[in-house]
């Protein structure tokens, strides 16, 4: 059985939020002690950055609009 620390959950909560599955948590944490990305992970996570940088603009200019007229 593998225990997790309260940084890893923290972690896996996070990537699940951010769309990640749960086997794809599991591959980025492998990833993240043995530094060997697949190329499909390493594509779904650029993938996954570009729309969050997508969405976090859109909210920006959304908050800046606002800003604006308040």
């Known amino acids: 059985m593998t225990y997790l620390r309260s940084g890893q959950v923290a972690v896996i909560k996070a ?9 794809e948590v599991g591959e980025l944490i492998d990833t993240g002690r043995h530094g060997h990305p697949t190329p499909d ?7 996954k950055i570009a729309d969050l940088t997508t969405i976090r603009s859109a909210l920006s200019a959304v908050v800046s ?4 007229t308040a």
Do not use: I
Not at 15 to 23: D, E, V, W
Not at 41 to 47: G, K, S, V
Not at 65 to 68: D, I
């Open 15 to 23: 990537a699940q939020r951010l769309g990640f599955t749960l086997r």
């Open 41 to 47: 992970l390493r594509a779904h996570a650029q993938a």
């Open 65 to 68: 609009a606002r800003a604006a």
